[in-house]
């Protein structure tokens, strides 16, 4: 098996499925010359040419619209963004566009787009370069939304995202780039709306996806010491959303915390606790607890960075609290 | 002025484009009465009074090329061919409606004639209509995009970022905007900073043309010109087309931000009413333009018929298509 960084494995997965399909090209600021802001195409515009790996200028809302009108006509399109903050002033085009199309042309207009990059909170970028849009892409019906965490989800994670007729916001983490991760050799993919059983536990389960994860898999190790077993799910796709997994694993341990770097108000882990007091009340024997990025902008001090986002001392707490 | 037609080739054709003409203005008087009794619901833009844009411009166009349109989009359906039944029926919000009920008056789609869409977020189609025109780039099938916006999308960013790909992309791209004068009730001059839109293609150093929109033959042949340059690779044109809405925005607008005598003034100028002195003096009959009338009168009623007979769509339908299948 071999060892990859995430980026890696995104271009990878790309790469491969642009050698198939002539239709498929991918766009953005700086994907070409300068091969990916993040380098997630680096050798890409040597291996396919300016006619399949395209510069942008500086426009969301532009090049967002390009691709949504080229998918109409039967390409397949993979628009980067540079960061998922920049997506907001394309914003009218992902929802109002490539959203509805499809409905709104009774089928006759599927749009087979990937819109992918980075996301998340990052190093001290501060408010307007370092947020979570996760919930604000999965109120919308029309799109998937996925976000992995391990170099091997992000590789068979966007080959099904690029090979899938609907528009898909494949969201990265900016952070975990250049993590590695073993990464089967050979094609794989891997389905959309499967969750993934990270750590196997009995107490009390943690649901979270992507760089979240950093901070959980650490803190159920630290809690299994502590005599506290904790089972870790990865949803990887947050729409569709695997609610079997999470029913199951909280029937299991019958007690539930979600843990996501997005902020609390209107949190897609709202969306996850009501699913879990719904369908699997009758089996929680504490209410189900969330924790989030503090409520408000990102600070820039380390301290107060560090201090808004989830942590590991903050589950542990958390969770001691909940088994209690 | 145009002079008159000439050849009988020219009188027919004229006659052709009259008749897609008269076809938009009674369908579009027929949806004016449907919505007054409630039987269509929602917005209800209608095209009276700029027939003669979409008619000659859509004539200049072949069968593989694309349409864009707006929020005002039955006049284009129309005259790209789309079948009046279906689009009565999409009004009345009914199964046999040409997306089913579920687009209504602003999303008419039709895949098999190229017609991409009515759009509801002013100017948001415009980088869209660039993104199709920039498929055709990428496959080389020569075919050319064309694009109605009114002057209120030339404010807005999609507007300004889809000229620019297009420009620096040299994309088969024709851009139209059909000036009528008011965004809904703001009138041109206290929302351009140009009075002619059509000047802003200095800004992407690509071709303009300007011209008034009340002859349909003239359109026809400007849009021509901007249509080949186009498919010869040479790039975008921006044209302005200068036209009046004889209504308001929508059928909600009772459009008192006017006078009377302004619309007196652009009445004189009714594109149908030119098109007809045009073909009486190119030697047709009065008695053939009023049997054509009968004909399009029975077209419409049959329409409006279909479409109140058809059927609502199946509840089962609400979640049909929200997500296309994967093959």
Redesign the interface.
């Known amino acids: 098996m071999a060892v990859l960084t995430y980026r890696e494995a995104l271009n990878r997965a790309m790469t491969e499925e642009m050698e198939k399909d002539p239709n498929i090209?991918l766009m953005g600021e700086e994907v070409g010359h300068y091969e990916g802001a993040y380098k997630v195409s680096q050798g890409m515009l040597a291996k396919f040419g300016e006619?399949r790996v395209i510069d942008?200028?500086i426009?969301e809302?532009?090049?967002?619209?390009?691709?949504?009108?080229?998918?109409?006509?039967?390409?397949r399109p993979i628009i980067e963004f540079m960061t998922w903050n920049f997506s907001l002033?394309a914003i009218?085009?992902i929802i109002?566009?490539a959203a509805k199309?499809?409905?709104?042309?009774?089928?006759?207009?599927?749009?087979?787009i990937v819109f992918r990059g980075a996301g998340g909170a990052g190093g001290r970028l501060a408010a307007q370069h370092s947020q979570s849009f996760e919930s604000w892409y999965a109120h919308i019906?029309?799109l998937?939304v996925l976000a992995p965490y391990t170099p091997a989800d992000a590789y068979g994670l966007l080959k099904t995202s690029i090979?899938?007729?609907?528009p898909t916001i494949f969201i990265e983490s900016e952070v975990l780039y250049g993590s590695k991760g073993e990464v089967p050799e050979g094609e794989f993919s891997i389905p959309m709306g499967k969750a993934d059983i990270k750590r196997e536990g009995t107490q009390l389960t943690i649901v979270s996806w992507s760089r979240a994860l950093m901070y959980v898999l650490p803190a159920a190790e630290k809690l299994a010491k502590e005599g506290i077993s904790v089972e870790v799910l990865d949803l990887r796709s947050i729409r569709p959303l695997d609610e079997e997994a999470i029913l199951t694993s909280v029937r299991k341990t019958n007690r539930a915390l979600i843990v996501e770097e997005g902020w609390n108000v209107a949190g897609f882990g709202a969306q996850v606790a009501y699913l879990i007091q719904k369908d699997a009340f009758d089996y929680l024997d504490s209410p189900v607890e969330r924790i989030t990025q503090e409520d408000v902008p990102m600070p820039y001090a380390a301290n107060l960075e560090r201090s808004s986002l989830p942590s590991e001392e903050k589950i542990i707490q958390k969770v001691r609290s909940m088994i209690k | 002025m145009m002079s008159q037609p000439k050849t009988k080739k020219e009188t027919q054709d004229l006659f052709e484009l009259y008749r897609q003409m008269l076809l938009i203005r009674r369908f579009e008087e027929a949806s004016a009465k449907a919505y007054s009794m409630g039987k269509i619901g929602g917005f209800c833009h209608l095209y009276i009074g700029q027939e003669a844009v979409g008619v000659g411009a859509i004539s200049a166009l072949e069968e593989k090329d694309?349409i864009?349109s707006t929020y005002r989009d039955h006049g284009h359906a129309l005259a790209r061919g789309l079948e009046p039944k279906s689009l009565m029926a999409e009004l009345f919000g009914k199964r046999t409606g040409i997306?089913?009920g579920?687009?209504g008056s602003m999303?008419f789609?039709?895949?098999k004639k190229n017609f991409?869409?009515g759009?509801?977020?002013v100017g948001?189609?415009?980088?869209?209509?660039?993104?199709?025109?920039?498929?055709?780039k990428?496959?080389e099938d020569q075919a050319v995009t064309l694009c109605f916006f009114g002057e209120g999308a030339a404010n807005i960013?999609?507007f300004h970022?889809?000229m620019?790909?297009a420009a620096?992309w040299k994309l088969p791209l024709v851009m139209i905007c059909e000036n009528n004068h008011y965004a809904m009730g703001t009138p041109e001059y206290r929302a351009l900073s140009v009075k002619d839109v059509s000047v802003r293609a200095a800004a992407y150093d690509i071709a303009r043309d300007h011209i008034e929109g009340d002859e349909v033959r003239k359109v026809r042949d400007h849009v021509k010109v901007a249509v080949e340059r186009a498919r010869r690779g040479e790039g975008p044109t921006l044209m302005e087309i200068s036209t009046y809405r004889f209504r308001g925005h929508s059928m909600s607008d009772p459009a008192k931000y006017r006078t009377k005598e302004e619309l007196d003034k652009y009445k004189q100028g009714d594109p149908l009413i030119k098109a007809e002195k045009d073909l009486i003096g190119s030697g047709w009959a009065q008695e053939e333009i009023s049997k054509l009338d009968e004909t399009i009168a029975k077209q419409i009623e049959e329409a409006v018929d279909f479409a109140e007979k058809s059927e609502e769509p199946p509840l089962g339908w609400l979640y049909?298509?929200?997500?296309?299948?994967?093959?």
């Open positions: 090209f006619k942008t200028p426009s809302n532009g090049f967002a619209g390009v691709g949504i009108g080229a998918a109409m006509v039967g390409l002033v009218d085009q109002n566009s199309m499809n409905y709104m042309s009774a089928g006759q207009f599927p749009i087979p019906p029309g998937k090979r899938d007729n609907n | 694309y864009v997306v089913a579920n687009g999303h789609f039709d895949k991409m869409g759009h509801g977020i948001g189609h415009i980088s869209l209509a660039a993104g199709i025109a920039y498929a055709s990428y496959r960013g999609s970022e889809g620019n790909l620096i049909k298509h929200v997500y296309a299948e994967n093959m």
